[in-house]
């Protein structure tokens, strides 16, 4: 009895120490012994569960679906287990099955007798994992200070990956009638995490899901590793490629193996087939390309480190000179602020015509030409094209209404100016398709990538604008060698045909835009978000055991910057270009309304001209005529 209050009491002690308070106790004692437990559990505020191993295993059938269900509410438990009793192999073996040896559970494991070859016969061959958090209790019996148990950390690096069992010595605690405390820490374990201490998985060999799309899976070996690890034509399979060598680090730091698994699709569905399905279903521990997290992926998969951005669009050129009209010389005026201008100098033509019939006639001032009221409005026209005049008024009243015509007409034409030249080199004009389904409903061309992310998507999306792009773009398409191209052609006929649609990812498109393009291309594209822009996450079991541990290495890697560095050198997030880098076209055919206008004026003119010489030859022959004739005649 004795030597179980003491047990009693390193239990509760080891509990407390870890602030747990959810207990289940597996035990083989008489209700007797096991009182003064759940009195010690009770009066520390721990809630304890007892189940009594009897001989019999039938009633014990469900015990873990029913107490340890991993799917339970209760984020931590602790389970005791004393291997002395008959059924503790059995409770061993379905914990095993079950994989209840990880994180979630604290394990204490008490062997009376302290066989550490009983223990390791039974965990040997069993599932516990690199986060395990199982705990021997090895006790020693010492009179004069009360009893003496010894811990011992164990785990297991991956029994069915290559890993060994380990049993680590941690520290002895003694306990008395009253208390416990740690007597010595026998190893270097309380120096460090319990993940900083399994870091070394040599001997491991974990499966990594390698992904190549732009190879076929038949080549050699040799050479689907040397394309994973070479740096040329890095935009090939550049997210596969990026979590490959992060992998590699991962291998340097913690030195394991690796066994690899060639596919060369995501996936087949959301969350199935290709690499996403080898890893949900946990065929492989690792996987090289990252994954854009979904509904269906979070039943399966964990999210670790962002790796880089995804964004798959709908790319098409808009020629600057598109949105110049043939009117843009007409533009900066409404057409009643044009015929108020008109009406404007017309009076004022008026007003210079009265000015100078009142300084010949009012003024008695002589004036060495008196404009006709014709000439007057040409004067009040050429003060609104800049052009002066060579007669003014002489009067001081009739200077200041001349100046104030001619002030009018400077602000006019400084406002003028400033539209057309602004209109002509302002920014790239875009097109007003701003969404897919935009996009859908209009007449350009698309062009879809053949990568098998994209075909998938646009296949297989349920959203309607999707469903009716694909429907109108792709399925309506007799020749289907029009819609599917390779990526450096779909980019080089988006050059080359403005209006013509690509579709693709943009990092992957990028590469080749930056090598035919010119910066004033560049700036000439347009691009329509063809899914929810986000972000591509390195992806892990959400059950793995090693989840934590490549969790925390991957976060070191974006705080030293790795990932940062091997994302700008395989993705491309914006195209290197300026807004002033382009150069405006501005041909004369952009004035052809003005010089028909002024072919129009000639034609006017020549026209008045020729009834003017006509009303003139008119009058001369009347005169001729008139002189000719006799007196009587006349």
């Keep these: ?44 505020h721990i809630y304890s569960q007892y189940i009594e191993l009897q001989e019999n295993a039938e009633g014990l059938a469900n015990i873990h679906k029913d107490y340890l269900d991993s799917e339970s509410d209760v984020p931590r438990m602790a389970v005791f287990l004393d291997l002395g009793c008959p059924l503790a192999d059995f409770i061993t073996n379905k914990s095993s099955r079950a994989r209840l040896y990880n994180r979630r559970y604290h394990w204490l494991l008490f062997d009376q007798m302290g066989n550490l070859s009983n223990l390791a016969e039974l965990f040997v061959r069993a599932n516990i994992s690199l986060d395990a958090d199982v705990t021997f209790i090895e006790q020693r019996q010492e009179e004069d200070e009360g009893e003496l148990f010894v811990l011992h950390d164990v785990y297991n690096k991956g029994c069915h990956l290559g890993g060994v069992l380990n049993i680590t010595i941690d520290q002895s605690v003694q306990c008395n009638g009253s208390s416990c405390w740690v007597r ?28 190549v799309s732009v190879l076929p899976l038949t080549s050699k070996e040799d050479i689907l590793m040397g394309f994973l690890n070479s740096e040329q034509d890095a935009h090939l399979d550049s997210f596969s490629r990026m979590g490959h060598r992060l992998i590699l680090h991962m291998q340097e730091m913690l030195h394991f193996n690796l066994s690899y698994i060639w596919v060369g699709e995501w996936s087949i569905q959301d969350a199935y087939g290709g690499a996403i399905g080898l890893l ?98 040409l004067i009040s026209l050429g003060a609104a094209c800049i052009q002066g005049s060579h007669l003014l008024p002489k009067s ?65 999306s349920p959203r309607p604008d999707i469903r009716s792009l694909y429907r109108q773009k792709v399925e309506n398409k007799r020749d289907p060698s029009t819609v599917w191209y390779e990526p450096e052609e779909g980019v080089i006929k988006v050059r080359d045909q403005p209006g013509f649609v690509y579709i693709s990812e943009a990092s992957f498109m990028y590469h080749y835009v930056e090598k035919h393009y010119l910066p004033r291309e560049i700036s000439d594209l347009n691009e329509i978000l063809l899914r929810y822009e986000g972000a591509v996450y390195h992806m892990i079991h959400l059950n793995s055991s090693y989840r934590e541990l490549i969790s925390q290495l991957e976060i070191r890697f974006v705080e030293c910057g790795l990932i940062s560095k091997q994302r700008r050198f395989f993705t491309k997030s914006r195209l290197q270009t300026y807004t002033n880098s382009f150069v405006i076209q501005v ?42 004739l006799l007196p009587h005649e006349q």
């Design 280 to 377: 949900g279903n946990e065929s492989v521990e690792l996987c090289s390309t990252p994954f854009t997290p979904s509904w269906d992926r979070m039943h399966y998969v964990h999210p670790m480190a962002e790796l880089a951005e995804f964004r798959a669009v709908c790319m098409f050129r808009t020629p600057h000179n598109a949105g110049i009209k043939a009117t843009v010389f007409l533009e900066p005026f409404q057409p009643s602020v044009w015929l108020a201008f008109g009406a404007v100098l017309m009076l004022a033509g008026c007003l210079l015509w009265l000015i100078f019939r009142l300084e010949q006639h009012g003024m008695q001032r002589c004036l060495e030409f008196m404009p006709s009221l014709l000439s007057s409005c």
């Design 1 to 44: 009895m004795t030597t179980n209050l003491a047990l009693y009491r390193l239990l509760v002690f080891n509990l407390l120490e870890i602030n747990l308070r959810n207990v289940l106790v597996f035990h083989c004692w008489s209700r007797p012994d096991a009182y003064p437990l759940a009195v010690m559990m009770s009066e520390s």
């Design 396 to 460: 001081t009243g009739g200077r200041l209404a001349f100046i104030a015509v001619m002030l009018t007409s400077f602000l006019m034409y400084n406002y003028y100016t400033s539209i057309v030249v602004s209109t002509l080199l302002g920014s790239p004009v875009r097109s007003n398709i701003k969404t897919v389904q935009q996009l859908a409903d209009s007449s350009l061309d698309v062009g879809v990538d053949n990568v098998p992310f994209t075909k998938a998507y646009l296949t297989s």
């Design 587 to 628: 041909g004369m055919e952009y004035a052809a309304p003005l010089f028909l206008s002024l072919l129009v004026a000639y034609f006017m003119a020549l026209l008045i001209l020729l009834l003017e010489l006509a009303w003139k030859r008119t009058e001369r022959q009347t005169l001729t005529l008139g002189s000719n």
């Design 184 to 211: 010595d820490h026998l190893s270097d374990l309380h120096e460090r995490t319990r993940l900083q201490q399994r870091m070394d998985l040599t001997n491991i060999t974990l499966r990594m899901a390698a992904l």
